[in-house]
């Protein structure tokens, strides 16, 4: 069964870091581009970054950028999101999903496709 489940979210002061997990189970990882999204109160949805199947293609979108950084784990089935320096605009829900490589790819663009996680929450406050 075709599973995501995110973890590491919780509640720090502007500045802080945190390491977000998208543990994966039930497909082949290896094969599956990933990317995290994440949706803020009153917000749309938004692609965050992404990361090809190879590890060799990643995308951030602006306001992540030199902040944080994607990567993954094939020995464990995991993409982790690192976030540093973090703003209170970044408080949202955060979810991976799987995103279309091609897009990824060809267009540097993040765009989910059908298998999504529950979400972790973050929260940046003083």
């Known amino acids: 069964q075709f599973e995501l489940v995110e973890s590491g979210g919780g509640s720090v002061r502007p500045g802080g870091s945190l390491t977000l997990s998208c543990t994966t189970s039930g497909f082949n990882f290896k094969e599956y581009s990933i990317g995290w999204f994440r949706q803020a109160p009153g917000k749309e949805r938004e692609g965050v970054s992404c990361?090809?199947?190879?590890?060799?293609?990643?995308v951030y979108a602006d306001d992540v950028k030199g902040r944080f950084t994607i990567s993954r784990d094939k020995t464990k089935n995991t993409v982790s999101l690192q976030l540093n320096s973090l703003k209170p605009e970044d408080t949202a829900d955060y979810y991976c999903a799987t995103v279309n490589p091609i897009r990824l790819i060809v267009a540097g663009r993040c765009d989910a496709t059908d298998h999504w996680g529950k979400g972790t929450r973050v929260t940046v406050s003083s």
């Open positions: 990361i090809s199947s190879d590890d060799i293609s990643s």
